[in-house]
């Protein structure tokens, strides 16, 4: 069954799922001229619990290019966020945002959080302080999915504890991560996978350089969701809902993670074209101004690239992961003042967000669970393909998302859709506003051909003394790949059985050290006076999809 909000208090949050910006340090005191977009500026000093690093180059521009190509696969994603390393924000203190997104606070306390509930006598551990990461599935590559199912999707009440299907299971030490992002913020808002930089120096802006970011973060799952009850300065609006003084949004819990981001200043006269324009060509020619700047500490695998024919754009990247080695308090979440109306229908949270289905191979199904936290003060159906579930207030449940990637890439090729279910009050007569809520959901995969395979002729010459160097080969399968066979076939040697293994010959077929590709050698005898030698066969390597 669906899980109440007390069962829940002992179950990882999920992160939440609103469009939005991205603040980074503290909140603009005010908001300045009309000019779109208005922005913070960024802040003077780094906040505490940063570290900078030294200038990019060498390997560290290489993981910034990295995360330039996978920033991609994240255009779909958003969410509202304050970030401050300091935790200095007050949970429930109202906010007002702009037409170009900014967020700036208001001197009124819109929502304060709300009572814990007494867990029941005999109910088991205490719940987990807020902001206290679970074992769980970590984004990224995972075990293949064997579900012979089209896309679709359908609703469990499983708990929310259980792995994803698709997911790997994290390591020691190791923690759920219910967000994940990678985009370009600049200054302090991060405005998605790419912007025009000239916008930000349009005419009325107050400042004349700017601070780009390129960001890649990871929240920790918390065990302890934090809701919110409205506070008496949140009165009933002329046109229905409610209304909190100028706020908008109001700040919600805070949340733990970890973040790299490579920065650099860019001035009003070099703001020409996109922020991943401007990235790229500082980056390709080792510009000493990228710098970079870490906050907690976050592990960054598969954005490793290489050439792979066929790739879209030349290049196929396994999948990207994100592991939090040291999670500090780093953000917090945003709620439109709406969510404590009475009558609100709020947009439910998801987690994790993107939902990843791992490592799927094309024409097979891969399948991944989403925990669904219900913030709104009513009970709700959640409807997805034809399968609908019923959530508590301030309960959750699990949705199974299902997708059948497509393709002819022989690499690892990262894939992104959109799924959607729709939420409505369980009571029809409940009046709620909205009337039901269409709630868009960013999947990701992994995926490429299954296998990948190499026949070729191999032989000497025949004589007394043939060149067994040309019988040698080595083969390396493609990038993401790793071997499963390395086989001769139809060997001939002109022994006197025709086999490749008597008389002085030697014929072998082996995994290469790294497990990615095939070493074949074939060895025989020589002779100075009389009788003809040589080695024929056909090399045989069969490559699967391994992709991280």
């Known amino acids: 069954m669906a899980l109440s909000g007390a069962g829940r208090a002992r179950r990882r949050s999920a992160a939440p799922a609103r469009g939005g910006a991205l603040l980074l340090g503290a909140l603009a005191s005010a908001l300045g001229c009309p ?59 109202g906010l007002s945002r702009s037409a170009a997104g900014v967020f700036s606070p208001v001197g009124v306390a819109c929502a304060r959080p709300k009572a814990e509930l007494a867990s029941p006598a005999g109910a088991g551990a205490p719940a987990a302080t807020s902001g206290t990461a679970a074992p769980g599935a970590i984004g990224g590559a995972g075990a293949l999915a064997t579900t012979a199912a ?80 409205p506070t008496e300065s949140v009165v009933p609006a002329p046109g229905g809902g409610c209304a909190c003084g100028r706020a908008t949004h109001f700040i919600g819990a805070v949340k733990r993670g970890a973040m790299v981001a490579y920065e650099t200043d860019v001035t009003a006269g070099e703001a020409h074209g996109t922020a991943m324009g401007l990235f790229k060509a500082r980056l390709e020619a080792g510009d000493r101004r990228v710098t970079m700047t870490s906050v907690g500490e976050l592990a ?41 109306c009475r009558f609100s229908l709020a947009e439910p949270e998801i987690a994790p967000l993107p939902v990843d289905l791992g490592v799927v191979p ?97 032989a000497t010459e025949t004589g007394r003394s043939p060149d067994y160097g040309r019988a040698s080969v080595d083969w390396t399968c493609p990038a993401g790949y790793v071997v499963e066979q390395c086989e001769p076939q139809l060997a001939s040697c002109l022994s006197s059985t025709g086999s490749c293994n008597a008389e002085g010959y030697r014929l072998t077929a082996e995994a290469t050290a790294d497990g990615r590709g095939c070493a074949f050698r074939c060895t025989g005898p020589s002779s100075s006076i009389w009788g003809d030698h040589g080695c024929a066969y056909t090399a045989t390597m069969v490559c699967r999809l391994g992709c991280k």
């Open 300 to 340: 960054i695998e598969g954005v490793e690239g290489a050439p792979v024919a066929g790739a879209k754009g030349g290049q196929a990247f396994g999948a990207l992961r994100l592991e939090v080695k040291k999670a500090v308090p780093l953000a917090y979440a945003i709620y439109p003042v709406a969510d404590v």
């Open 150 to 229: 089209p896309a679709s999707a359908s609703a469990t009440t499983a708990p929310a504890s259980a792995a994803a299907t698709g997911a790997p299971a994290p390591g020691a030490g190791e923690r759920a991560i219910d967000f994940r992002y990678v985009g370009i913020a600049v200054d302090s808002v991060l405005v998605g996978a790419d912007v025009d930089l000239p916008a930000y120096f349009s005419a009325g802006g107050t400042l004349d350089r700017r601070r780009l970011r390129l960001v890649a973060m990871a929240l920790v799952a918390d065990e302890d969701p934090q809701f919110f009850d």
């Open 362 to 458: 094309y024409g097979a199904a891969g399948t991944a669970q989403a925990l669904i936290t219900n913030r709104a003060q009513v009970d709700v159906r959640v409807t997805h393909g034809e399968r609908t579930v019923e959530v508590p207030a301030h309960g959750s449940a699990e949705l199974t998302f299902s997708w059948t990637p497509e393709g002819e890439t022989a690499g690892c090729e990262r894939q992104t859709r959109r799924d959607t279910f729709v939420v409505q009050p369980k009571d029809p007569a409940s009046p709620v506003v909205p009337r039901e809520r269409a709630v868009v959901v960013p999947l990701q995969v992994t995926t490429g051909m299954p296998t990948f395979s190499k026949h070729e002729p191999i």
């Open 35 to 93: 000019a779109p977009p208005e922005l913070p500026p960024a802040p003077p000093r780094q906040p505490a619990g940063a570290a900078v690093l030294p200038a990019c180059k060498g390997s560290g521009c290489s993981q910034a290019g990295a995360l330039i190509a996978a920033a991609r696969a994240f255009s779909d994603v958003r969410h509202d966020y304050l970030l401050d390393t300091s935790s200095a924000m007050v949970p429930g203190r």
